[in-house]
Nanobody, 114 residues
Framework: QVQLVESGGGLMQTGDSLRLSCEAS????????LGWFRQPPGKEREFVAA????????EYRDSVKGRFSISRDNNKNTVYLQMNSLKPEDTAVYYC???????WGQGTQVTVSS
């Protein structure tokens, strides 16, 4: 099965930018729609963004539109999430996954202070 490893999180200030990466091993991501999800403290995991197989179409939750950008490199078996103009409400553990889902990875913590 595919294993997903997220990285790039950190402690940020409001307005900062950050790029998350998610690399897969044990299988290829290229045939699949890929997504980023997040779990804010004390809340359920929620959808953040998705990208089609060839990167020609993307989708975002309303609260991140215009600030976040999802991209992928099928040659590197990696999906990225560029996060700009970070806000405290973006604080969460961020996960990537494919559709249909694989087992969730460890995620990467993003904390945004005001």
């Amino acid at each position: 099965q595919v294993q997903l490893v997220e990285s790039g999180g950190g402690l940020m200030q409001t307005g900062d930018s950050l790029r998350l990466s998610c690399e897969a091993s044990g299988g290829t991501l290229s045939p699949y729609i890929l997504g980023w999800f997040r779990q804010p403290p004390g809340k359920e995991r929620e959808f953040v963004a998705a990208i089609t197989r060839h990167g020609d179409s993307t989708e975002y939750r309303d609260s991140v539109k215009g600030r976040f950008s999802i991209s992928r490199d099928n040659n590197k078996n990696t999906v990225y999430l560029q996060m700009n103009s970070l806000k405290p409400e973006d604080t969460a553990v961020y996960y990537c996954n494919k559709f249909p889902n694989e087992p969730w990875g460890q995620g990467t913590q993003v904390t945004v202070s005001s």
